[in-house]
């Protein structure tokens, strides 16, 4: 693979790549832990069944092409929300549309509460990146929709921290009725997956948090 590599984990590589003036990011499964490798192939087919289904939604990368264990996909310019700390309600606003927009076509993506999956564009405006947990719903039905709702939840939460006096009363009431679909995680979930990633795999999801990635 030649390219500038961005992150190397127990589910494989991330990679920069340049093809014909594009730049691309390139995920590659098949240097992940060879018990993790099913998992990884996984994790990336959820990533293409969504891209597939938000091509050409603005604030989304678009898909260039998948296989059992690569996916390309464009890069996106922008700054990680940790590092571009948003402070103007239109950020979050057009956040907001976009999650919307992203919901109608009936994908939740279930990783928003990771602030390098937000990032700033040079205009000022929001995308999203990493979409190996997300949901793609047959139809928006029950489940789909408490997904929604958390991916919301996760938005107003990075709100609250760099824009809070811009939350409204509706906001405000969303924040403080946390969904089923969140207690539900914290109660049985993510105990496990923390000791499975961490202690067993003494792996951490947010490292590296501090600089963008992909």
């Known amino acids: ?95 907001r549309r976009l999650v919307a927009a992203m919901h109608r076509r009936g994908v939740a993506h279930c990783d928003l509460a990771k602030e390098p999956n937000w990032l700033m564009t040079p205009t000022g405006g929001p995308a999203l990146v990493d979409f190996q947990l997300a949901w793609v719903a047959p139809r928006r039905g029950r489940m789909f929709r408490m997904l929604a709702r958390e991916d919301l ?25 946390p969904g089923a679909a969140s207690r539900l995680w914290m109660a049985t979930v993510k105990p496990v997956y923390l000791f499975v990633t961490r202690r067993l795999l003494g792996w951490a999801d947010r490292e590296g948090a501090g600089d963008r990635r992909f």
Do not use: N
């Open 153 to 177: 939840r996760h938005l107003l939460k990075h709100k609250r921290t760099y824009c809070p006096d811009r939350l409204s009363a509706r906001e405000r009431a969303i924040l403080a009725r």
């Open 1 to 95: 693979m030649h390219g500038k590599l961005l992150k190397s984990d127990l589910f494989g590589a991330v990679w920069q790549a340049e093809d014909h003036g594009r730049t691309l990011v390139v995920r590659d499964a098949r240097s992940a832990r060879i018990g993790l490798r099913p998992l990884a192939r996984w994790l990336l087919r959820r990533e293409a069944a969504a891209l597939a289904r938000l091509d050409g939604l603005a604030g989304v990368p678009r898909l260039v092409d998948a296989d059992r264990d690569m996916l390309r996909r464009e890069w996106i310019e922008g700054r990680p929300m940790q590092a571009a700390r948003p402070r103007h309600d239109g950020y979050f606003r057009a956040a």
